[in-house]
Nanobody
Framework: QVQLVESGGGLVQAGGSLRLSCAAS????????MYWYRQAPGKQRELVAR???????NYADPVKGRFTVSRDNAKSTVYLQMNSLKPEDTAVYSC?????????WGQGTQVTVSS
């Protein structure tokens, strides 16, 4: 059974940094693209970043140049390094994977950026 467990969220001042982790199990991690999403209160969930099995990355426009997604296949873990954080980055961040035609989500981790 696929499981995703996020960690690393917290409260940070504007301009600060956080590093989120998502540990995956129950799948051939290195073969899958991994995704980071976020959902702010009262807003729709949005895709933040993607990393392919080969390491190619894509970012949503609001986070380009500030966030970096990476992966460690030996640890079955995907990371989201978030720098120059802004209050509008406040949200619950979740990782996601599509495996065997099923979507899997972690429990999410709260990121709160104070002004």
């Amino acid at each position: 059974q696929v499981q995703l467990v996020e960690s690393g969220g917290g409260l940070v001042q504007a301009g600060g940094s956080l590093r989120l982790s998502c540990a995956a199990s129950g799948l051939s991690f290195s073969l899958h693209s991994m995704y980071w999403y976020r959902q702010a209160p009262g807003k729709q969930r949005e895709l933040v970043a993607r990393i392919s099995s080969g390491g190619s990355t894509n970012y949503a426009d609001p986070v380009k140049g500030r966030f970096t997604v990476s992966r460690d296949n030996a640890k079955s873990t995907v990371y989201l390094q978030m720098n120059s954080l802004k209050p509008e980055d406040t949200a619950v961040y979740s990782c996601n994977v599509l495996s065997e035609d099923r979507n899997y989500w972690g429990q999410g981790t709260q990121v709160t950026v104070s002004s």
